[in-house]
């Protein structure tokens, strides 16, 4: 496979001891590889970056540790916002000082989906045999710390359809666009995705702001959408499919549950300003009325603050016993960050709607103890979740990201939509949905006829990952 090779080199006076030392001290002053934040230097541990995009804009990124010498030499599987190798090298120089060698690798797939992304280049090249199947989410922005490991379920999806003959005997090609988190690149990126000629359906990862921009573009060109994460109830039509989690769904039965186990009554209501966190604290209210407690406050904010002062004062401010934290992404683990480090999490327990697996490995001591209720977390103790993460593992190594719910629920969507175009004798939108009636997938979720779900698993933020705590059933059964 053809690759990009980027290379650059300097000479430093610093011994390579001491330059090996200070990688993922988190201290921007060391540039975006060495001032990169890391706990360990141990393979397979996270590591956050700030990437420069010219001389005044900056993204933030992620990279996994795939092996290390000390003193010598980092190897990095880099994440997000795209995909590819970074290594290091550390070479003493006789007179003293260290000669630093870094070499940044992206395959030629990547490459053509960033220039994609960035408007440079056409886009995907789909073969007339292949069944081209879109993939929209974040890879970037605030939500972008889901945004590989849903790449690679989706990629796991259709490796396995592909090594089962395929939809109607020919191979399904993964197109994958990345949204940005911003319902303006997501319009920009389904604009490209509708475009790729035969697109027989988009799977949809992302915010229901961009659903809300990207929804009407895939009825006005007839492809259908199926749109996984947890989201708020939307317009209907049969070309938009849904599979997530509904917000009642998750705390009907979680946040009286966390009532019990503390013994209080007053919740304060936070998230994102946009339309999901806004249904979610409704659900939360009508949920909060009916066991007779309290809603003491609400406050949300936009996508991508920086600064949770004032909602963390408010909260402290008004004695809450709870919060539901209707955050998304990197903007989630700022806020649980800042809140755990007010002293608040001692005295109030927080549900998270969109708190799992991926989440909580951002979030290490921060986190613990927040509850929520998804369809799946790692810990789903099934003989289906065993073999399904055996194959994960097998296929993108012990260092990949961890499956978050997000990206399991990919994976179901890409396997239900194969069945049920073969259920349904084609890959056209007719044979889909005619489909869809009869045609399911036994995956590591419960999911009945058409994915819908069937019951929810109740987690709570560990040390080492999320516990499943019970097993709840849904509040409502529809797509």
Same mark, same amino acid.
């Given at each position: 496979?053809?690759?990009?090779? =980027?290379?650059?080199?300097?000479?430093?006076?610093?011994? #390579?001891? +001491?330059?090996?030392?200070?990688?993922?001290?988190?201290?921007? /002053?060391?540039? !975006?590889?060495?001032?990169?934040?890391?706990?360990?230097?141990?393979?397979?541990?996270?590591?956050?970056?700030? =990437?420069?995009?010219?001389?005044?804009?900056?993204?933030?990124?992620?990279?996994?540790?795939?092996?290390?010498?000390?003193?010598?030499?980092?190897?990095?599987?880099?994440?997000? #916002?795209?995909?590819?190798?970074?290594?290091?090298?550390?070479?003493? =120089?006789?007179?003293?000082?260290?000669?630093?060698?870094?070499?940044?690798?992206?395959?030629?797939?990547?490459?053509?989906? %960033?220039?994609?992304?960035?408007?440079?280049?056409?886009?995907?090249? @789909?073969?007339? !045999?292949?069944?081209?199947?879109?993939?929209?989410?974040? %890879?970037?922005?605030?939500?972008?710390?889901?945004?590989?490991?849903t790449v690679n379920c989706a990629?796991?999806?259709?490796? +396995?359809?592909?090594?089962?003959?395929?939809?109607?005997?020919?191979?399904?090609?993964?197109?994958?666009?990345?949204?940005?988190?911003? #319902?303006? @690149?997501?319009?920009?990126?389904?604009?490209?995705?509708?475009?790729? /000629?035969?697109?027989?359906?988009?799977?949809?990862?992302?915010?229901?702001?961009?659903?809300?921009?990207?929804?009407?573009?895939?009825?006005?060109?007839?492809?259908?959408?199926?749109?996984?994460?947890?989201?708020?109830?939307?317009?209907?039509?049969? =070309?938009?499919?849904?599979?997530?989690?509904?917000?009642?769904?998750?705390?009907?039965?979680?946040?009286?549950?966390?009532?019990?186990?503390?013994?209080?009554?007053?919740?304060?209501?936070?998230?994102?300003?946009?339309?999901?966190?806004?249904?979610?604290?409704?659900?939360?209210?009508?949920?909060?009325?009916?066991?007779?407690?309290?809603?003491?406050?609400?406050? &949300?904010? #936009?996508?991508? *603050?920086?600064?949770?002062?004032?909602?963390?004062?408010?909260?402290?401010?008004?004695?809450?016993?709870?919060?539901?934290?209707?955050?998304?992404?990197?903007?989630?683990?700022?806020?649980?960050?800042?809140?755990?480090?007010?002293?608040?999490?001692?005295?109030?327990?927080?549900?998270?709607?969109?708190?799992?697996?991926?989440?909580?490995?951002? %979030?290490?001591?921060?986190?613990v103890g927040i509850w929520n209720?998804?369809?799946?977390?790692?810990?789903?103790?099934?003989?289906?979740?065993?073999?399904?993460?055996?194959?994960?593992?097998?296929?993108?190594?012990?260092?990949?990201?961890?499956?978050?719910?997000?990206?399991?629920?990919? &994976?179901?969507?890409?396997? *239900? !939509?194969?069945?049920?175009?073969?259920?349904?004798?084609?890959?056209?939108?007719?044979?889909?949905?005619?489909?869809?009636?009869?045609?399911?997938?036994?995956?590591?979720?419960?999911?009945?006829?058409?994915?819908?779900?069937?019951?929810?698993?109740?987690?709570? $933020? *560990?040390?080492?990952?999320?516990?499943?705590?019970? +097993?709840?059933?849904? $509040?409502?059964?529809?797509?």
């Amino acid at each position: 496979m053809a690759e990009l090779v =980027l290379s650059s080199e300097a000479r430093l006076e610093a011994c #390579p001891s +001491e330059l090996f030392a200070l990688f993922g001290s988190g201290d921007p /002053s060391l540039g !975006w590889l060495f001032g990169s934040e890391a706990e360990t230097l141990r393979p397979g541990t996270l590591v956050r970056l700030t =990437l420069p995009f010219g001389d005044l804009t900056q993204a933030p990124g992620t990279a996994r540790i795939q092996r290390c010498k000390p003193g010598r030499r980092i190897d990095l599987v880099h994440e997000s #916002p795209w995909a590819g190798r970074v290594v290091c090298h550390l070479d003493p =120089l006789s007179g003293g000082g260290t000669r630093l060698r870094i070499r940044v690798t992206i395959d030629d797939r990547e490459f053509l989906r %960033l220039g994609a992304d960035f408007g440079l280049l056409a886009g995907a090249d @789909v073969d007339a !045999w292949e069944v081209p199947l879109g993939l929209l989410t974040s %890879l970037s922005g605030s939500a972008g710390i889901l945004g590989r490991s849903t790449v690679n379920c989706a990629q796991l999806a259709t490796d +396995e359809i592909n090594a089962d003959g395929g939809v109607m005997g020919r191979d399904v090609r993964l197109v994958v666009a990345d949204d940005a988190t911003d #319902p303006g @690149v997501g319009a920009l990126a389904m604009r490209r995705l509708c475009r790729v /000629s035969d697109m027989a359906a988009v799977i949809g990862m992302h915010s229901s702001a961009t659903y809300a921009a990207t929804s009407p573009m895939a009825i006005a060109n007839g492809i259908p959408y199926l749109y996984t994460p947890t989201s708020e109830a939307a317009a209907t039509h049969p =070309l938009l499919i849904h599979f997530g989690e509904r917000p009642l769904d998750q705390l009907h039965r979680a946040l009286p549950l966390m009532a019990k186990a503390t013994g209080g009554t007053r919740w304060f209501l936070t998230g994102n300003d946009y339309s999901w966190p806004r249904a979610i604290g409704a659900a939360a209210r009508e949920v909060i009325d009916g066991m007779s407690g309290t809603v003491t406050g609400e406050g &949300y904010v #936009p996508l991508g *603050t920086q600064d949770f002062a004032p909602v963390i004062s408010a909260i402290h401010e008004c004695g809450t016993d709870h919060v539901v934290s209707s955050f998304v992404g990197q903007d989630h683990v700022r806020f649980e960050c800042e809140f755990s480090a007010a002293g608040l999490r001692g005295t109030t327990r927080t549900f998270a709607p969109l708190m799992d697996d991926a989440v909580v490995e951002h %979030l290490g001591p921060s986190g613990v103890g927040i509850w929520n209720a998804l369809g799946y977390f790692v810990a789903m103790d099934t003989a289906e979740n065993h073999e399904f993460l055996r194959r994960y593992e097998d296929r993108f190594g012990q260092c990949a990201p961890p499956v978050s719910a997000a990206a399991e629920g990919v &994976y179901e969507a890409i396997h *239900t !939509w194969a069945s049920a175009c073969r259920s349904g004798g084609g890959t056209e939108p007719s044979a889909l949905l005619g489909g869809l009636r009869t045609a399911g997938f036994r995956g590591p979720r419960r999911c009945g006829r058409g994915g819908s779900l069937e019951s929810l698993l109740l987690g709570e $933020a *560990t040390p080492s990952g999320v516990k499943v705590l019970d +097993e709840l059933p849904v $509040a409502t059964h529809s797509l």
